[in-house]
Each structure stands twice: as C-alpha cells, then as structure tokens.
C-alpha cells in the first residue's frame, strides 16, 4: 500500500443521455459507482474518495464508503473539471501531505485494481507528473497526477475534465496501455452493450 496516493472516484454528473442514475445501474452484482469503489479498494492506494453532486443523496444511500469520504459538490453543473478541483480541494483538506491523487471515473466498470496499480507502479518508478491511461490515441483517466501539478488541478473548471491539463504536460507524461480497461458508459445502449461483454 502507497499512503501517500489517495483515489478519487469522480461520479458527480447527471447522466443526460440516459434516464436512469447511471451510478445505480446494476453492475456485477453492485451499482456501477459500488463496483468501481470496491476495485478502486482493492488497489495499493492509500484511501479512496467519491465525489457527487447530482442525485447526491439518493447515490450516497447506496454505496458502501463511509460518509466522511464522500464529498458532494454544489456546483457539479458546472462540469467535470469543477467536480475534480472541488474533490482534489476536498482531498487536500482531509490528507494535506498526499504525493499524489489518482483520478478515476464512475462510469468505467472495467477498470480494475491491476491497471490502477500500474498507474501507481510507473508512477513511483518515473517520478513524472502524471501517469496516464492510453486508449483510442488518447491520453485520459484513469490517471495519476504528481503534487506538483496538484495547484493546476485545484483551479480546473468546465466540461473537459483534466484534459487541458494532459494536454499541456505532455512531456512529464507516462502512459500505460489501458484498451481492455477503458468503456465510458454514456447512454443506455452503450451499458447493455457492455454487460452483454462482460457475460
């Protein structure tokens, strides 16, 4: 276990593009956001924090985490990049001297404790600002961001998440392969077709 990393599981959207609470859907067993909190557990990482904000209540009612990791941000209609600074701000409130945060998405089921654990690894091997995921020629989350960009996130704001910020550190990045890994669920059928997938 790294104390020194803690996870943050970024479910704060209201899913616009399907009518059920997408971090309720049934997945495995568990909810969607239940199953990736669980994976995100079971990872070498120190603690792991969920942020909400739509349907914050009705969600927090049914996830496992303790409430004192759960942050709810008021302004989560201000996009994914506001949710992520209002999380890592929340973070660094809890546990000021963290090295680094990783950065996972709700609505990625996939993703499991070993792909995190080598975002992790290649981080402490490297010492590079960010340890990212590959997948479609993009660099995305899940992704590992070193306390020296933590100022630059804590200010990020608008829809594209920490994709400006990927973007600009391109030469203190490392990534991983994360194909098999990596499914956004945005709409219904996108859900169905992936647990049909996963058997």
Same mark, same amino acid.
């Given at each position: 276990?790294?104390?020194?990393?803690?996870?943050?599981?970024?479910?704060?959207? /209201?899913?616009?593009?399907?009518?059920?609470?997408?971090?309720?859907?049934?997945?495995?067993?568990?909810?969607?956001?239940?199953? %990736?909190?669980?994976?995100?557990?079971?990872?070498? =990482? !120190?603690?792991?924090?969920? +942020?909400?904000?739509?349907?914050? &209540?009705?969600?927090? #009612?049914?996830?496992? /985490?303790?409430?004192?990791? *759960?942050?709810?941000?008021?302004?989560?209609?201000?996009?994914?990049?506001?949710?992520?600074?209002?999380?890592?701000?929340?973070?660094?409130?809890?546990?000021?001297?963290?090295?680094?945060i990783l @950065? +996972?998405? #709700?609505?990625?089921?996939?993703?499991?404790?070993?792909?995190?654990?080598?975002? *992790?690894?290649?981080?402490?091997?490297?010492?590079? /600002? %960010?340890? /990212?995921?590959?997948?479609? &020629?993009?660099? #995305?989350?899940? =992704?590992?961001?070193?306390?020296?960009?933590?100022?630059? @996130?804590?200010?990020?704001? !608008?829809?594209?998440? =920490?994709?400006p910020l990927?973007?600009?550190?391109?030469?203190?990045?490392?990534?991983?392969?994360?194909?098999?890994?990596?499914?956004? @669920?945005?709409?219904?059928?996108?859900?169905?077709?992936?647990?049909?997938?996963? !058997?």
């Amino acid at each position: 276990m790294n104390k020194d990393i803690a996870i943050l599981i970024m479910a704060a959207g /209201a899913s616009t593009r399907m009518e059920p609470v997408k971090q309720l859907l049934a997945w495995k067993g568990n909810t969607m956001l239940e199953h %990736v909190y669980q994976r995100c557990r079971a990872s070498r =990482a !120190g603690q792991t924090y969920i +942020v909400l904000g739509a349907y914050a &209540e009705k969600i927090k #009612g049914n996830c496992t /985490a303790p409430s004192a990791d *759960i942050f709810i941000n008021p302004n989560w209609r201000k996009g994914l990049g506001n949710s992520i600074a209002f999380g890592v701000n929340s973070v660094l409130g809890v546990q000021p001297g963290l090295k680094g945060i990783l @950065i +996972v998405l #709700g609505d990625q089921p996939r993703v499991n404790a070993d792909h995190l654990d080598k975002l *992790i690894s290649l981080w402490e091997m490297k010492g590079v /600002a %960010v340890a /990212a995921t590959q997948y479609r &020629e993009k660099t #995305g989350v899940p =992704a590992l961001f070193d306390r020296k960009l933590f100022d630059e @996130i804590r200010v990020l704001d !608008g829809p594209r998440g =920490a994709q400006p910020l990927l973007s600009n550190t391109l030469k203190d990045i490392e990534t991983i392969d994360g194909r098999e890994y990596i499914a956004d @669920i945005d709409t219904l059928e996108d859900y169905e077709r992936l647990r049909k997938e996963q !058997g």
